[in-house]
């Protein structure tokens, strides 16, 4: 799974919306900070991000869309947005191998907490599973990461 960038996720929901750099523009936001922004150039603060998603809210009444972003997805990283995936899935899934993917994805971006409690959810489902040996090297694995973290 790939997660987008600030810049990628301005331009990717510019595009979706059939807007172009110009139809952000205003007062406070030039173009010129726009692309800038959008080729990683210029991190997005967060009052751009407030008038850009108003601006993307606008647009998607007038297509009759639901946009279903706020002002933080513009600033969130990569990472964070990896971290708010995989807890969300962490509540929802209960086999073995979408368990094992949250944990790959937690590895990827270095989230130990999210880490850990992909392992423990692994225990559990091993344990519910009657494969006590896999539920206690999970549980450990998690336990491990949770002391690490302290």
Sequence with gaps: MKF?????????????LKMKQKDLVDENLTRGLI?????GKREISNNVAIK???????????????LKIDSAYLLRSPSEDAELYCLKKLKKINKDKEIKEIIEIADKFNLLKTKAMG??????YYFKKKQYNEAFIN?????????SIK
Excluded: V
């Excluded at 692309?35 to 080729?39: H, L």
């Excluded at 549980?139 to 002391?147: G, K, V």
């Design 4 to 16: 987008l960038t600030s810049s990628e996720k301005l331009k990717a929901t510019r595009k979706y």
């Design 35 to 39: 692309s800038m922004i959008e080729i």
């Design 52 to 66: 850009i998603y108003a601006k993307f809210e606008q647009k998607a009444k007038e297509l009759n869309i639901e």
């Design 119 to 124: 392992y423990g959810k692994l225990g559990e």
């Design 139 to 147: 549980y450990n694995y998690a336990i491990e990461l949770f002391e």
